[in-house]
């Protein structure tokens, strides 16, 4: 009898653009999901990225993984639970949208012990959220200027936002870098923008701000060259 390859739908988030541009934890995401595939003998047929901070419950990306999934009847997986979220209500809905989803560094854990390990993550970021307000408040007391207060965060040299500029420019490059060809190949083939976004998207591509691709997102990238 021949065995059905587990089917999964990989889920990433980073905390910032910069993260997700360079691959710095997005690469050890994947290498986890892949080793939980190659342990489970599934495949993962599609990929999301999240650029997103870990409070946040608005997840543009997550809720396209999770119709990915629900349609597929695959498996949700997750390098780390602190992946999804640091917050026991957001997975608990996860757990309720009749999504299967696993975590690659606790293979197959129930329920219960994933909402205790949420709990814990939650009150730690509180913990963390507690301590740099009153390291900031301690700091105000002191007389240190903070944020725009502080010159050396403000009037920028002409010099210093041409350099800031050059490495938007430079990081959005390298990023595009993989999806540039194919959009331009695709356009010169008379393919419309918006069934450009669409193959992108179902390619689990997401834009450098981690959002699905829109008509006027391949519109702007290839007006780059």
């Known amino acids: 009898m021949k065995r059905t390859t587990r089917k999964l739908i990989a889920y990433y988030r980073v905390s910032t653009a910069k993260q997700g541009a360079s691959g710095l934890g997005l690469e050890a995401q994947r290498a986890a999901a892949a080793a939980y595939a190659q342990q489970v003998g599934g495949e ?31 498996t949700l997986v997750v390098a780390k639970l602190d992946r999804l979220a640091r917050n026991v209500h957001f997975v608990s809905g996860l757990m309720e949208s009749g999504v299967p ?29 507690a301590r740099t307000k009153d390291a900031l408040q301690a700091a105000k007391a002191r007389g240190t200027l903070l944020g725009a207060s502080n010159p050396a965060c403000r009037n920028l040299s002409d010099e ?66």
């Open 44 to 74: 993962i047929i599609a990929e999301y990225v999240e650029v997103e901070t870990g409070k946040r419950s608005d997840r543009p990306q997550l809720r396209v993984a999770l119709a990915h999934a629900k349609r597929a009847k695959a």
């Open 160 to 225: 210093a936002r041409a350099k800031g500029a050059a490495a938007t420019s430079a990081n959005a490059a390298s990023y595009y870098a993989g999806v540039l060809p194919t959009i331009l190949e695709r356009r010169a083939a008379g393919v419309a923008l918006a069934a450009i976004a669409n193959e992108l998207n179902a390619a689990g591509r997401v834009t450098q701000r981690g959002m699905p691709y829109t008509a006027t997102a391949v519109h702007r990238l290839a007006g780059r060259v």
């Open 101 to 129: 989803f696993d975590c690659a560094d606790r293979p197959g854990a129930d329920p219960f012990r994933l909402h205790i390990e949420a709990a814990v993550a939650e009150e730690e970021a509180r913990k963390i959220s």
